[in-house]
């Protein structure tokens, strides 16, 4: 039996969503491990020692997650080390651990990040192999706890890393995991779940999660089992019969982003991008840039918000704008063009919109966009209804204007 607690004011505030808790039991669950409670505490040293002091009988793993940071209100390893009857002391592998991370990070280790090796003594360390603060490991009697960090991109690296393994080998299990994690844009959560349900190979020992995250879905495949090769057999008829239904939403089969996918398509090819962007204010171009390597082949992104922007720095005319306004289908179409010409791209992408909450026309409601994309062959440009907050349509421009160019550099088949 597995439980869990979340440790942190901003939790029990309700300033954060605990994301921890809920990861780690989706990951404990593909793994056929089940979690038998969930708790969440504030940062009292004391409300964290009852906690770890009051597990329910039969409870072999504690996973705990935050307060191992270097700030006063983390005080998770005080805790453990008053709940446990142990001292705490400067731990040298901690201390060697986060050494290392700082010099790889170029930056000299700030005096208040040392507060972060000060651990209960005789405890085990867990490696973080995203940020500074590491976990650790206490066993209790036949109990066994785990501390991690709270920042939910460091749990999810050492759950998927360290926690799932070390558990099933604790727990005398000799599966092995093999997971695999697919793309999806295009489809909603429940329209995938509809699609698929009913459909798949009846493999007891494979298992597929919903990651919905705003515009996409991630699906993860997971499978269990002895033999390596067997469940990454199975693994795979799997993800060929999802392929087989929704494929051509599918635009990753191995987890990269979009912005990932079209830079990949683009290198390979040796083409270049500019791109124009109105309502999405660079939105695109910040995507685009967060690839490393991304260089080799984006040139630039002017964010042209005002006509004035429009015409100074993209030579569209003002009589064009006049007549169809700038949010329209030859004032996209125009922008492509011209920031292609003027970058000597292989491609140009624009878009202009409205992301409300305010400017909306009965003709043209809040979340009307037009996408436009130009290539020394063609000039095109597509309206779109997008729907949501200003944030939300933004972000749903962005990714439908990466869609448009990834689809019309590698068409489905
Ligand atoms: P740090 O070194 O950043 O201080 P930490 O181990 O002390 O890490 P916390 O201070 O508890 O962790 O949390 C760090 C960040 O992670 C905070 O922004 C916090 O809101 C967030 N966080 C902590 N726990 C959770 C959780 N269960 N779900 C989502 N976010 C969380
Ligand atoms: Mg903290």
Redesign the pocket.
Known sequence: MIEII???D??TCG???????RFIAQELAVAGLGVSRIITVGDAVEGIIRALQDMLPGTRFVIA???????D??R?APAAAAAFGRTLGENREAMALMENRYREFGRAMPPAAVK?AVLPEGCRIIPNPV???CGFSIDDGDRQFLFL????EE?RAMTSGFLIPHILQASGSENCIVSRTLKVFGLWESQIHELLRGSLPATPAVSLGYYPQYPEVSLKITGTGRDRGAVEQEVEAFQHSISEIIGEYLYSLTGESLEEVVGALLNKRGETLAIAESCTGGLIAHRITGVPGSSGYFDRSVVVYSNRAKEALLQVPRELLDRHGAVSMPVARIMAQNVRQLAETTYGLAVTGIAGPGGGTPEKPVGTVFIGLSSAASTQARQYQFSGTREKIKIMTAQVALNLLKTFIQPRA
Do not use: C, F, H, K
């Open positions: 979340t440790i942190g901003e939790l300033r954060t969503a605990d994301e921890n808790s997650t935050g307060g191992l940071g270097p700030t209100d983390d998770t972060q940020g500074t603060a960090p709270g920042v939910p749990v």
